[in-house]
């Protein structure tokens, strides 16, 4: 049987390309050093996958920073503030990337947003009423001829046009539609160009195609490739879809001239009865996402090979793939020293599941794979028992009550009680949570680790940060003071090491954008809090200081979102769990002074199923009362404030009120602020602080800007109800631009606490 992969990590085994590409923002190497590295690396990842078997390889998959901005390059959809900077091309792709400040201007950043329902982030092309969509690019096929001069065909794969103009933003009058003509052409374009180059196949990546449709929507569907699929001759044409199903336009799809449609089986719900109900047609591929993309766990060869066996009784021409690109798992198992064998058996990252796709590949075309060694060792594998259960755990989550679901007294009280008692100013001023992670304090903490320096000498110089910060806030004059995370690598790893049921790796690192990457852990068994896990730092921090010390931790969605999820238990249940946990900690720290507790739930969106039919029944009517269950208990005047790094929750405004915190922080300087008029038409009672800058880039925001923009929510937010703070945590930050930008963010609160 034939196997595929939709796309391979790039980022490097060992982040080489992150390090690279940070090297020479820093101007420590130049060009020509970092286009050598991402050769290399592509090399490494096409050998690799080769090597394993694997038919339909990848190319174009290569990023430097994100695959729509790569394809919106490849478009022109370049905007013109980019453009007149006059940077090289790879200089104004970073431009637009993380913004640029020097001598040749001063630009933003475009915007970014999560990758349908992952934790990947995308940059949001602009098209602007003057862009003229064009090929100009050669990317693509510059790596496919890179490629094949090591003996490997590829199939370049690029986002879709529909998903191209599904996310593209536009900043004039004109609407997506009116883009129509010039995309199509474009991709025509694109398709001659890889016929001349005789590629055999070409990917289409439409993962647009599993949120729900409209009927508009399928119209331009079929506006769009009814016209691209033109220029077809011998090229054949991969449709790539991923993260759910396409039961919208199913029907619609298998009669356009595709070669293959790729479907995700196993997020696909409908996927396997999509097919059963209006067939597939006998001329085409299916490439069969049965192999996990986002998940670690290995793959159980039964079900796979029971669902594979269908297809080939229907004489479907399968080919097997993942079920989306292995970009969301980590490289490999190998570099795992730490973890006993026991537990690596059940994993399979991104190589692994290269071995998977190539033994059930095998074993499908076996008809006595059951005697085959490979199978039986799954086989065996998933008959054991694992020994993650924890009688305890699943005795106290059968006791909650639905009174443990609610907070008294309600919001409107304990505003006001809470007004009294901090006696903050209007606008309070606050941040998000961590400071700088500079270099020292990753040595600190890196060295701890590895066993170089005792406890006490990390906690020591921990304290000595968190006094320095502290220091610094009130110098700066914020109001709402923070420790400053410096204990922590990332909001998720670090409460897991304090939970039982986690599991961490060493370097199974995963990108989330750009160069940052995450290191998701594994969620092994049933979770409970072993032992506090802030409450230290946060009550020295407070004691160094008269101002409200925030405590800060991550909520219970956010860690089960950022974590591999088991897959024996429902994540409802995980998440109660995690909640639970939580609480405890919410609980201590307030017995141990601290008034204001931050519950980030960053990640809370981003798990919102795709299709709106499964928003409530499926995700928030559990994941919103799980937060809940963390803050119930706590006093009327301990206020809990919540953060989330993106502002698209315009449709979930009432869920997000019904979290029942006192105050939110999210992100909006790198969004429009339609959000906040949303926030007023659905009565929002929580307080709110949508970010005043964008700290995903080293931009300095000036005082001006800071002004108007809080000038702007105030039109639409009451002022008592508004805070002022950055858009998240300002760990990726250095210094010397978090200390200008806070300080502006201060001094413009105050100019207009003026009037
Ligand atoms: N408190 C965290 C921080 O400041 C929040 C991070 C996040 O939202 N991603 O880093
Ligand atoms: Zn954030």
Redesign the pocket.
């Known amino acids: 049987m034939q196997i595929s992969v939709i796309g391979f990590p790039r980022i490097g085994t060992l982040r080489e390309l992150k390090f690279a590409s940070e090297k020479y923002f820093k101007k420590e190497i130049e060009a020509g050093e970092l286009l050598q590295k991402a050769q290399e690396l592509r090399k490494t990842h096409w050998l690799t996958q080769k090597n394993a078997g694997i038919t339909y390889i990848s190319s174009n998959d290569f990023s430097f920073y994100d695959m729509v901005l790569d394809t919106a390059a490849l478009l022109g959809i370049v905007p013109k503030r980019y453009k007149e900077l006059n940077l090289s091309e790879l200089d104004t792709y970073f431009a637009m990337a993380r913004g640029y400040q020097g001598t040749f201007g001063d630009v933003k950043a475009l915007a970014m947003k999560k990758w349908f329902n992952t934790n990947y982030h995308y940059i949001v092309p602009e098209l602007e009423d003057d862009t003229e969509i064009k090929i100009s690019g050669d990317k693509l096929w510059s790596e496919y001829a890179e490629a094949k001069s090591i003996g490997i065909e590829t199939k370049p794969v690029v986002t879709g046009a529909y998903t191209v103009l599904k996310l593209c933003r536009c900043t004039g009058n004109k609407t997506a539609a009116d883009y129509v003509d010039e995309i199509v052409n474009a991709y025509k374009d694109l398709i001659e160009k890889c016929e001349k180059e005789q590629i055999a196949w070409i990917q289409f990546d439409e993962p647009a195609l599993v949120q729900d449709m409209e009927k508009e929507d399928i119209e331009l569907f079929h506006r769009l490739y009814d016209a691209i699929l033109t220029a077809v001759k011998d090229c054949k044409v991969l449709l790539q879809t991923y993260f759910g199903d396409v039961r919208d336009i199913y029907q619609d799809l298998i009669e356009m001239p595709f070669d293959g449609i790729g479907l995700d089986f196993l997020e696909g719900k409908e996927t396997l009865q999509l097919i059963e109900s209006y067939g597939f047609p006998k001329e085409k591929k299916l490439f069969a996402g049965l192999v996990n993309g986002k998940n670690i766990w290995k793959n159980h060869y039964e079900k796979t090979l029971k669902i594979l066996e269908k297809l080939q009784e229907k004489e479907i021409q399968t080919v097997l793939s993942t079920s989306c690109s292995l970009l969301h798992v980590p490289y490999t198992l190998k570099h795992e020293t730490k973890l006993s064998k026991e537990y690596l058996a059940y994993f399979a990252f991104a190589e692994e599941k290269l071995t998977e796709l190539k033994e059930l590949g095998d074993l499908a075309e076996d008809k006595k794979y059951f005697d085959r060694e490979a199978y039986k060792k799954n086989h065996d594998l998933f008959a054991a028992d694992r020994k993650c259960e924890n009688v305890a755990v699943k005795n106290r989550l059968s006791h909650v009550t639905e009174a443990d679901y609610i907070r008294e007294p309600k919001r409107s009280e304990r505003q006001k009680l809470q007004k009294e008692a901090f006696g903050l100013p209007e606008l309070p001023t606050t941040t ?3 400071f700088p992670q500079t270099k020292d304090v990753k040595a600190n903490r890196s060295a701890f680790r590895k066993g170089e320096i005792t406890r006490q000498e990390y906690v020591d110089f921990n304290k000595k940060k968190i006094a320095e910060c502290v220091a610094w806030q009130e110098e700066i004059g914020l109001d709402v003071l923070v420790h400053g ?1 410096y204990e922590r690598n990332d ?1 998720v790893e670090y409460f897991g090491e304090a939970l039982g049921g986690f599991l961490f790796t060493e370097k199974a690192w995963v990108q989330s954008y750009g160069t940052r990457c995450v290191k998701p852990p594994i969620i092994w068994g049933d979770v409970y809090r072993e032992k506090s896990i802030t409450v230290d730092w946060s009550v020295y921090a407070q004691s160094l200081t008269n101002k409200i010390m925030k405590g ?1 931790l991550t909520g219970p969605v956010t860690i089960l979102n950022w974590s591999f999820p088991r897959e024996d238990i429902s994540i409802k249940e995980s998440i109660s769990q995690i909640a639970l946990a939580i609480r405890d900690e919410v609980l201590d720290l307030e017995a141990n002074g601290i008034r204001m507790i ?1 519950i ?1 739930e ?1 990640a809370l969106r981003e798990k919102l199923p795709l299709r709106r039919s499964d928003w409530y029944t499926e995700y928030l009517d559990f994941a919103i009362p799980a937060f809940r269950l963390t803050h119930s208990g706590v006093k009327a005047d301990t206020q809990i404030h919540t ?1 989330m ?1 993106y502002s698209e929750f315009t449709d979930i405004i009432p869920a997000i009120d019904d979290m029942d915190a006192d105050v939110i922080t999210f992100e909006a300087s790198r969004s429009d602020l339609q959000i906040l008029d949303s926030l007023r038409e659905n009565h929002f009672e929580t307080e709110v602080g949508p970010g005043v800058y964008d700290i995903h880039s080293p931009r300095v925001p000036s005082v001006e800007e800071i002004v108007l923009a809080l000038k702007v929510m105030l039109t639409k937010i009451s002022r008592e109800k508004l805070w002022v703070n950055p858009d ?4 990726t930050r250095g210094v010397p631009e978090t200390d200008a930008s806070l300080r502006n963010m201060v001094e413009a609160a105050k100019e207009i606490r003026k009037n």
């Open positions: 998000i949570g961590s995370e909001m800060m931050q980030d960053a953060h790094c998240c945590g300002l760990k």
